[in-house]
């Protein structure tokens, strides 16, 4: 298992946000959706587009692509929404807290 990072405080991220971190060379898409927090690979499945930069569905879990309206499922370990589905592409620890 990798090493633990520390992105924010909990208290920095308010419910609904997400926010772009630059963890080594990794962009990471830091996602809060209620109390829960997930950390998915900044990236759309099929351009270099920031997903931190899309809206975040909180009643559906699901964060959207800005560029493209894919949606990802941060709490089925990156399951994408057409329409620019892959399913699980650009995920990097999809799921955990």
């Not at 931190?52 to 009643?59: N, S």
């Not at 892959?86 to 799921?95: E, I, K, P, S």
Request: proline share 4%; aromatic share 8%; charged share 30%.
């Amino acid at each position: 298992m990798g090493e633990r990072v520390v992105l924010c405080h909990k208290d920095d991220l308010a419910p609904g946000q997400a926010r772009r971190f630059e963890v080594g060379e990794t962009r990471v898409a830091l996602v809060r959706i209620g109390d829960e927090f997930y950390a998915v690979g900044d990236r759309c499945s099929h351009e270099d587009y920031s997903l931190a930069e899309g809206e975040v569905w909180e009643d559906e879990c699901e964060i959207e692509c800005p560029r493209h309206g894919s949606n990802l499922r941060p709490t089925h370990r990156g399951v994408w929404f057409a329409p620019g589905h892959q399913a699980g592409a650009g995920v990097r620890g999809g799921g955990h807290r």
